[in-house]
């Protein structure tokens, strides 16, 4: 018979995730969701207790916080839901409704305006589905290897709502650039909006696609670089969206209903962003970089693997990390091996040859479990 699960009181003398059985796992991957994202500050979670202890109005808290953020990240107006993705949908519903009830009930009924969003081809990302959440269709322009102007001027026509633009600069090769984007744009008065869910750091990105470049709205992930809550999301941009988005999302019961920000996430994610404003970025850098060193040297002429410090992460972003690659196609070998080890290393990989390490999801003390591990699972010489 299987034990009985322990009482309560004895259940918090555990840990939760030993109640259930689950080994934690060491981050030298990345910001990911199925791995628990980031973890969150003990000022965030602070925020979070605090704001569960009392009933306010979730419209005015929404209002009050999105001001204050946006004042912080020189901003017209920022609103806060419950991920990136989530703010993808509800910026899409903002641009075809411009807020209008009457365009909202035209959506629900299915028979609205604005119904195409244009996105680049080499931006196509696994996320770019939640266009068609939002009732959209998704209209592709260019190639994987390159964009003309006039290939963008003849999509737009007086269906499209809105232009989509994938910020990570990994995907940039076959794109327009954002700048001659919102020309163009901007011409046709045609908004556009930046998905910059990976996009930190730097942490002027915040206000970069927006106050600097004149892209109507940006979206960033709470729950990665911010380490707000993992359920947490930010958009940031222009007063006219930013209310559109209002009229669209909870506490509504509209079509952006299922991204609920709770009080509680509301007040986690305005703590994490002051909080990372606040941060020595110059430090955390330093920081990163001597551990990618000092990595390098463990690792360097111990395998059978070519190593290298890689200054740009999986997002494009500028954080170093440690390139492996394999002489052999059998990266996903290597990840089982990983994965039977005790504890379990996290790693980013491709299906063939390459591996990488970063340092900026590692808790203190972890850094030579990644060797010690990784010289278990990597072929040697
Ligand atoms: C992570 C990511 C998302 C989704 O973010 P969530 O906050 O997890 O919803 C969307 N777009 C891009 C480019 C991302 O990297």
Redesign the pocket.
């Known amino acids: 018979m299987p034990a009985l699960p322990p009482a309560t009181s004895e259940r918090f003398l555990m840990g939760i995730y030993e109640t259930l059985g689950i080994k934690t796992r060491i981050n030298a991957a990345a910001c990911y969701?199925a791995l628990g994202g980031s973890l969150m500050a003990s000022e965030v979670l602070q925020a979070m207790n605090d704001a569960a202890k009392s009933f306010i109005s979730l419209h005015e808290l929404q209002q009050k916080a999105g001001e204050r953020i946006a004042s912080l990240t020189k901003n017209e107006g920022a609103f806060i839901t419950t991920?990136?993705?989530?703010g993808?949908v509800l910026s899409i519903l903002a641009c075809r409704t411009r807020g209008d009830l009457v365009e909202i009930q035209k959506i629900i009924d299915g028979n609205a305006k604005r119904s195409e969003v244009i996105m680049y081809t080499g931006h196509r990302?696994p996320?770019d589905s939640n266009i068609r959440v939002a009732g959209s269709d998704l209209v592709t322009v260019g190639d994987a290897i390159q964009t003309f102007d006039y290939q963008l001027e003849a999509k737009i026509n007086e269906d499209t709502s809105a232009i989509f633009f994938?910020a990570?600069a990994h995907l940039a090769g076959p794109a327009l650039s954002l700048e001659r984007t919102v020309e163009i744009a901007q011409k046709y008065s045609i908004p556009v909006i930046v998905?910059a869910?990976?996009q930190l750091p730097p942490v002027t990105n915040l206000w970069h696609f927006t106050h600097e470049m004149g892209a109507d709205l940006a979206i960033f992930?709470?729950?990665?670089a911010l380490r707000g809550p993992q359920s947490s999301?930010l958009v940031v941009g222009k007063r006219e969206f930013i209310e559109a988005i209002r009229v669209n999302a909870a506490p509504y019961a509209r079509l952006g209903r299922g991204f609920k920000a709770s009080k509680e996430e509301i007040a986690g994610l305005m703590t994490a962003i002051e909080l990372y404003l606040a941060k020595d970025h110059g430090a955390d850098w330093q920081r990163w970089s001597k551990t990618v060193d000092a990595w390098f040297e463990a690792l360097n002429g111990k395998t059978a693997c070519k190593i290298w410090r890689d200054d740009v992460n999986e997002?494009g972003q500028p954080t170093p990390r440690i390139a492996i690659q394999l002489s052999n196609p059998n990266a996903l070998e290597i990840i089982s091996k990983l994965q039977s080890l005790d504890p379990i290393v996290e790693v980013v990989h491709d299906s063939r040859r390459m591996i990488w390490i970063s340092p900026d999801s590692l808790q203190a003390g972890e850094e030579s479990i990644v060797i010690t591990q990784l010289l278990k699972a990597l072929p040697t010489k």
């Open positions: 969701t991920g990136a993705a989530a993808i990302i996320y994938c990570g998905d869910a990976a992930s709470g729950g990665k999301g997002a």
